[in-house]
């Protein structure tokens, strides 16, 4: 089983009043979380580990192993399962690990139920990268090849092509024959320890884990009624036939006349991969070795096979080499296509500096990087976070478009990169010099994060409840003639307005102007509320009024929220309501 996602099967068993509780407060925050019903704790929990994707055991963790340990198989397909305590104290991953989610499920179900988690996978403890938790499938020695990677044995990087890998340990480590990546890794003696990363079929031996990285992209055309078998084994024998590994496909692709097809969704089912469609004038435009004009009259491309295989997900080409040109059964067409691995540019919000404030995709992301690229003062706050090995490139102040450039330089070198940024990187911050950079050899992964405004708006209040804009007072970028328009036209249009870089010891008269235009259509009691390190320490609320604010209370690090004309103050909180009219 792979990672759990939200829509996963989560039974709850309980067998005593206060593990009821805890697993009510479980089921209450997750809609795919049920309690197991049974008539003893053991049955319940027998009937979850058939019936459901992981399991949280609210017992004794003896008493689970001793129910469970006749039930075991294989850990690739077993549930995961999470052992809560009675008082709710502590998470423990028992089973499913990195692999099977076990060890994300603790950290989860012990957040909800303020419990700590317990993680004693070997990897996870020490900071590691599991080798199955790197997205993609990886076979052979794992345990060894792990074993190896803890006990900080060389062990042999081995690529096919430059995939953006996580940061690995040291030991881990390419030779300097293979940095450019290999013709075929199978000519790669197994001397000591090896970890491959290929499509390509590799004999096994008890040294050698092969990571599947996602780079096969299976074309498929096929008549009306196609049926699934003719379309598996057709496209098994032919991976076969080319030494590649179905476990390399990426997805399978066709035109979208076939989106509904049955026999080819059921083969992508059953391989795991997702089933992409193109528009036949899309696929029309790809140059193939062996068009059809019998196609071409069909479903209006001259190949449907060879061109889906030679296109990516979001329908970009140029990047592929066609291994296996378009073969027949009676009903079915496949192609497949090997595609050139893209660097991994992750653009992280890091939110308002609180690390609670901080989502989980932005943790995982940071994980994931080999290099992260950000300013030193938020490198800093992350530091705890980064995977062992992982490079980092630091810089101070004012060096922002330095920073982008780096970021995008990394990425397009086919390296996995997080470039950070405080609140959401989109907003004032990283994602817009990155992206004017980078081009189609980077995949691109946005992470929204936590805005100060919005952090700020929280503090306040409900000061965003209704119509507001985000607006910069820094004219180092933008002219102040163009921001002196730009608050005209919100004080007109009566939006709370939120203040970003509102004052420095260089830029001291700009938050005046902004409030001095805001008071000629708003009233002097118009709220206003200015938070300085919203979640840091020396975290500061003030409210104060159009008429009494003293701009020396505002600096670089406050973000200022002004009230539209509806705006009130209720019990000391800024309330902006949802309705036009105020609500007595």
């Given at each position: 089983m792979?990672?759990?996602?939200s829509?996963a099967?989560?039974?709850?068993v309980?067998a005593?009043?206060?593990?009821?509780?805890?697993?009510?407060t479980v089921?209450?925050?997750?809609?795919?979380a049920?309690?197991?019903?049974?008539?003893?704790?053991?049955?319940?929990l027998r009937?979850?580990?058939?019936?459901?994707?992981?399991?949280?055991a609210?017992l004794?963790?003896?008493?689970?192993?001793?129910?469970?340990?006749p039930?075991?198989?294989?850990?690739?397909t077993?549930?995961?399962?999470?052992v809560?305590?009675?008082a709710?104290?502590?998470?423990?991953a028992?089973?499913?690990g990195?692999?099977g989610g076990?060890?994300?499920?603790a950290?989860?179900?012990?957040?909800?139920?303020?419990?700590?988690?317990v993680?004693?996978?070997?990897?996870?403890a020490?900071?590691?990268?599991?080798?199955?938790t790197?997205?993609?499938?990886?076979?052979?020695?794992?345990?060894?090849v792990?074993?190896?990677?803890?006990?900080?044995?060389?062990?042999r990087?081995?690529?096919d092509?430059?995939?953006?890998l996580?940061?690995?340990?040291?030991n881990?480590?390419?030779?300097?024959?293979?940095v450019?990546?290999?013709a075929?890794?199978?000519?790669?003696?197994?001397?000591g320890?090896?970890?491959?990363?290929t499509?390509?079929?590799?004999?096994?031996?008890?040294r050698?884990?092969?990571?599947?990285p996602?780079?096969?992209?299976?074309?498929?055309?096929?008549?009306?009624g196609v049926p699934?078998?003719?379309?598996?084994?057709?496209?098994h024998?032919?991976?076969?036939?080319?030494?590649?590994?179905?476990?390399?496909?990426?997805?399978?692709?066709?035109?979208?006349v076939?989106?509904?097809e049955?026999?080819?969704?059921?083969?992508?089912?059953?391989?795991?991969?997702p089933?992409?469609t193109?528009p036949?004038v899309?696929?029309?435009a790809?140059?193939?070795?062996h068009?059809?004009e019998?196609?071409?009259a069909a479903v209006?491309t001259?190949?449907?096979a060879?061109?889906?295989?030679l296109?990516?997900?979001?329908?970009?080409?140029?990047?592929?080499?066609l291994?296996?040109?378009?073969?027949?059964?009676?009903?079915?067409?496949v192609?497949?296509?090997?595609?050139?691995?893209?660097g991994?540019?992750?653009?992280?919000?890091?939110?308002?500096?609180?690390?609670?404030?901080?989502?989980?995709r932005?943790?995982?992301?940071?994980?994931?990087a080999?290099?992260?690229?950000g300013?030193d003062?938020?490198?800093?706050q992350?530091?705890?976070?980064?995977r062992p090995?992982?490079?980092?490139?630091a810089s101070?102040?004012?060096?922002e478009?330095?920073?982008?450039r780096?970021a995008v330089?990394?990425?397009?070198a086919?390296?996995?990169?997080?470039?950070?940024?405080s609140?959401?990187?989109g907003?004032?911050?990283?994602?817009?010099?990155?992206?004017e950079?980078?081009?189609?050899?980077?995949?691109?992964?946005?992470?929204?994060?936590?805005?100060?405004?919005?952090?700020?708006?929280?503090?306040?209040?409900?000061?965003?409840?209704?119509?507001?804009?985000y607006l910069?007072?820094?004219?180092?970028h933008?002219?102040?003639?163009?921001?002196?328009?730009?608050?005209?036209?919100?004080?007109?249009?009566?939006?709370?307005a939120l203040f970003y870089?509102?004052?420095?010891?260089?830029?001291?008269?700009q938050?005046?102007?902004a409030?001095?235009i805001?008071?000629?259509?708003?009233?002097?009691?118009?709220?206003?509320?200015v938070?300085?390190?919203?979640?840091?320490?020396?975290?500061?609320?003030?409210?104060?009024t159009?008429a009494?604010?003293?701009?020396?209370?505002v600096d670089?690090?406050s973000?200022?929220?002004?009230?539209?004309s509806?705006?009130?103050?209720?019990?000391?909180?800024?309330v902006t309501?949802?309705?036009y009219?105020?609500r007595?």
């Open positions: 792979h990672h759990l996602t829509h099967r989560i039974g709850l309980a005593t009043a206060a593990g009821r509780r805890h697993a009510r089921a209450a925050a997750w809609p795919h049920r309690l197991v019903p049974g008539e003893n704790f053991a049955d319940a009937t979850a580990w058939s019936d459901c994707d992981a399991v949280i609210f004794a963790t003896g008493a689970v192993v001793r129910i469970l340990a039930l075991l198989g294989d850990k690739r077993d549930p995961a399962v999470v809560v305590d009675e709710a104290r502590h998470a423990v028992l089973l499913g990195h692999a076990g060890n994300a499920l950290e989860a179900v012990g957040a909800l139920v303020d419990a700590r988690p993680v004693t996978t070997a990897t996870d020490v900071g590691l990268p599991g080798l199955d790197l997205g993609w499938p990886v076979e052979g020695a794992v345990a060894a792990s074993r190896a990677v803890l006990d900080g044995e060389p062990v990087l081995v690529a092509a430059d995939w953006p996580p940061a690995l340990p040291p881990v480590r390419p030779s300097a024959a293979d450019a990546g290999v075929d890794v199978a000519d790669v003696a197994p001397a320890y090896r970890l491959l990363v499509d390509r079929l590799v004999p096994p031996d008890d050698t884990a092969v990571l599947r996602p780079s096969l992209v299976a074309g498929v055309g096929a008549s009306r699934a078998d003719e379309v598996r084994e057709l496209l024998r032919e991976l076969t036939s080319a030494g590649l590994s179905p476990a390399s496909l990426r997805c399978l692709a066709s035109v979208d076939k989106a509904d049955a026999g080819i969704v059921a083969t992508a089912d059953a391989l795991g991969v089933l992409v193109h036949a899309t696929l029309a790809v140059d193939v070795p068009p059809s019998v196609v071409r209006g001259p190949s449907v060879e061109a889906a295989a296109l990516d997900v979001d329908g970009r080409s140029g990047d592929a080499e291994l296996v040109p378009k073969t027949a059964s009676a009903m079915a067409t192609a497949v296509a090997r595609h050139t691995p893209r991994r540019l992750a653009v992280v919000g890091l939110g308002p500096g609180a690390a609670d404030l901080r989502t989980p932005a943790v995982a992301e940071l994980r994931r080999a290099v992260v690229v300013l003062q938020y490198v800093d992350v530091r705890g976070v980064l090995g992982t490079r980092v490139l101070g102040l004012g060096a478009e330095a920073r982008a780096a330089a990394e990425a397009a086919g390296r996995a990169v997080a470039l950070i940024g609140g959401d990187a907003v004032y911050a990283m994602a817009s010099p990155a992206l950079y980078a081009d189609e050899r980077i995949d691109v992964v946005g992470v929204p994060g936590v805005t100060a405004a919005l952090a700020a708006g929280a503090l306040l209040g409900a000061p965003l409840g209704h119509d507001h804009a910069s007072l820094s004219d180092l933008t002219p102040w003639k163009v921001i002196e328009r730009r608050v005209t036209a919100v004080a007109e249009g009566d939006f709370v870089n509102p004052r420095s010891r260089a830029r001291d008269w938050l005046g102007r409030l001095a805001l008071a000629a259509h708003r009233s002097p009691d118009t709220p206003v509320g938070v300085r390190n919203a979640s840091r320490a020396g975290e500061r609320v003030h409210l104060a159009l009494t604010l003293d701009p020396q209370v670089m690090f973000v200022v929220v002004v009230g539209s509806d705006t009130r103050l209720v019990a000391g909180r800024m309501p949802r309705g009219r105020w007595s």
